[in-house]
């Protein structure tokens, strides 16, 4: 730009010494010898040549008008040219009769400039071509004399494709600024040499954990952005090679240390004649562990992290060489997981079946395969494992979940167990050999499973309620004295004395924090207490043992006048026992105290059973309470 006005400076000056030197020839006095006189004359229209030929050949558009009303005196080919306007149409007009200036005020402002400073350089200024398209131009001019009278030697030059470009770079910049800063796309643009932020839109800021001015000035390689430097030399090598990095994988950290996965691509870029890298980082943490989730639930079981039964039958096909040989199986059976899931939830069940799975773990060899074989199976691969070192294995394996001390009941597993020494052996024939000897195997311990459940089960209640040990011996004493005094027939003692144990067996699906709560229980609280003689029926139910009370469970909370739960029975419609126990069952927690009840003095207890006879208590069976123990 600078050589441009000096180039029109030069021109001005050199168009205003010429006219000046014609003038001064003009003004010359006669000469007294013609020879002079002629010499000067030739002189003078060489000088006008030279004038004109200068005014009409230079490139730029030029024009002299009279500096008082800005009527046209001359204008260049140039001119001509750009305006439209024939030099004839104008000469002697003004460019407001016209229309070329816009309006007054801008021609006056241009005289007011050139008055103050003699000449003027580069004054923005808009004129209406003949086609009437508005063109923009930088006008400089310089006052020169023309017969006494002052005169405007112009030159302008057009700007209007460069003004366009600057509007249009500038609409394009303001474009880019608000899509690079409004993009969800995390963009950065960094030196190429160093590295060195200079500009970063929100996303990056979000993506990283630094505020915007934490960034800009400092290097990727500073704020530790890349986990592995080497990528960056990489990214750098590909761009002096002109080749753009596309989606290229990387660790990159957080403001805190953090390392997340991304794809990184950037392409090369010049600003301000600073060779830059715009870059764009693609946070793909979570899809990377979606995509892994999936791929490992394809051949995982969800529950317990093993293998799952489509694995497990397509590595067994892998497997089956003659390099693995002998190959051992051992097929496993959960014993009693039913009941846990009928009895306790589904949820203690999964609890059983995890664990079951880290003992699996724990005893096979790394190169063995464990999976989930079916809802309470489990199934394990053993290459390169002969007969007794399976039978081994699998003796420690049950032991081992026979210790497990955190599950509700004892764990027990049924297994079967079977090799293939000879590759003339179908190994699917070998699962069917396994699986059949399981079967047998459970077949033996089914009875025993249902006693050692039964035992859990009387633990557990003991551990995580308040029906201890005593309570039960004491409820059972008392319970038998009461029995024998109506005459309850021998079958129905027997049952009285298991359901004095095993009244409130459902609370062991009772949580804790309502059980040990010292205070009143909130309404939520106790409706979900009031759940468990049904939770205990349906234990009951499921032990050949437990079947007999499984009624006098549901109904040891009825009342006599209706008005106990969960079904609301009313006098004998309640089973003989379970009125029985009612009573027994107060009179133990009256005398002996509870964490959300005081102990009471005997005969206080007393006084309340007579209180509650006939309305809580069936009235035959407490006066033969008070008249048995109160006495």
């Not at 000056?13 to 003009?26: A, G, N, Y």
């Not at 010499?39 to 730029?60: D, G, H, I, N």
Request: aromatic fraction near 6%; hydrophobic fraction near 35%.
């Amino acid at each position: 730009m600078k050589d441009q006005n000096k180039t029109k400076s030069q021109l001005i000056s050199e168009l205003t010494e010429l006219r000046q030197r014609i003038i001064s020839f003009e003004e010359v006095e006669p000469y007294s010898d013609c020879i002079d006189r002629q010499q000067a004359e030739m002189a003078l229209r060489l000088l006008e040549e030279k004038f004109s030929k200068a005014f009409q050949s230079t490139p730029e558009p030029i024009t002299i008008t009279a500096l008082e009303d800005g009527h046209y005196i001359e204008v260049n080919d140039a001119w001509v040219e750009t305006t439209g306007y024939e030099r004839l149409e104008v000469i002697g007009h003004t460019p407001i009769e016209l229309g070329i200036w816009l309006g007054k005020e801008e021609r006056l402002k241009l005289i007011r400039e050139i008055q103050g400073h003699g000449s003027i350089r580069n004054f923005p200024a808009t004129f209406c071509m003949k086609t009437g398209e508005i063109r923009s131009f930088l006008v400089s001019a310089e006052i020169i004399d023309m017969g006494d009278k002052p005169h405007l030697l112009c030159v302008h030059k057009d700007i209007t494709d460069r003004t366009r470009i600057q509007a249009e770079l500038s609409v394009s910049e303001e474009r880019f600024s608000k899509a690079f800063n409004a993009s969800p796309t995390t963009i950065s643009i960094t030196t190429l040499d160093e590295g060195r932020y200079i500009d970063i839109n929100e996303s990056f800021c979000r993506i990283i954990g630094y505020h915007h001015d934490e960034i800009l000035g400092r290097t990727s390689l500073e704020m530790g952005f890349w986990v592995d430097p080497n990528d960056r030399l990489k990214v750098l090598e590909s761009i002096v090679r002109k080749e753009p990095v596309r989606e290229m994988e990387i660790l990159f950290r957080r403001k805190f240390g953090e390392q997340r996965l991304g794809l990184y691509s950037a392409e090369g870029i010049d600003i301000d004649n600073t060779p830059c890298l715009l870059s764009i980082v693609t946070d793909i943490t979570e899809r990377r562990q979606a995509e892994e989730d999936v791929k490992f639930l394809l051949f995982h079981d969800k529950l317990t992290g093993l293998y799952n039964r489509t694995y497990f039958e397509e590595e067994i096909k892998r497997r089956d060489n003659e390099n693995q040989l002998p190959i051992s199986l051992i097929l496993a059976d959960v014993n009693g997981l039913k009941l846990v899931n009928d009895v306790l939830g589904h949820q203690e069940g999964d609890k059983v079946l995890i664990t079951v799975a880290e003992v699996l773990k724990v005893y096979c060899r790394p190169e063995d395969i464990v999976a989930r074989w079916g809802g309470d199976e489990f199934i394990i691969l053993l290459p390169e494992c002969d007969a007794n070192l399976v039978s081994r294995l699998s003796e420690r394996i049950k032991k081992a979940c026979q210790h497990i001390n955190d599950l509700p009941i004892d764990t027990s597993l049924s297994v079967g167990l079977a090799s293939k020494n000879e590759m003339r052996q179908d190994i699917m024939e070998l699962i069917k050999e396994a699986e059949d000897k399981m079967y047998r195997n459970k077949l033996l311990v089914d009875r025993s499973t249902r006693s050692s459940f039964l035992t859990s089960l009387k633990k557990t209640l003991w551990t995580r309620s308040h029906e201890t040990q005593a309570h039960c011996q004491r409820m059972q004493a008392m319970a038998q004295k009461l029995g024998q005094a109506i005459k309850l027939p021998s079958c129905d003692l027997d049952n009285l004395s298991l359901l004095a144990v095993l009244h409130d067996i459902g609370k062991i699906a009772i949580p804790n924090s309502i059980l040990d709560k010292p205070d009143k229980l909130t309404m939520e609280e106790w409706e979900f207490m009031k759940k468990h003689p049904e939770i205990g029926y349906r234990i009951a139910l499921s032990s050949p043992e437990m079947a007999p009370i499984a009624e006098a469970v549901l109904h040891h909370h009825e009342r006599w006048d209706g008005k106990g739960y969960p079904l609301r029975l009313k006098g004998e419609q309640i089973p003989l026992i379970s009125r029985v126990i009612a009573i027994v069952d107060t009179c133990d927690v009256m005398i002996y105290g509870r964490p959300y009840q005081k102990a009471y003095r005997a005969q206080e207890v007393w006084v309340e059973i007579e209180k509650c006879s006939g309305t809580q208590f069936d009235p035959y069976i407490a006066r033969q309470a008070l008249d048995l123990f109160a006495g």
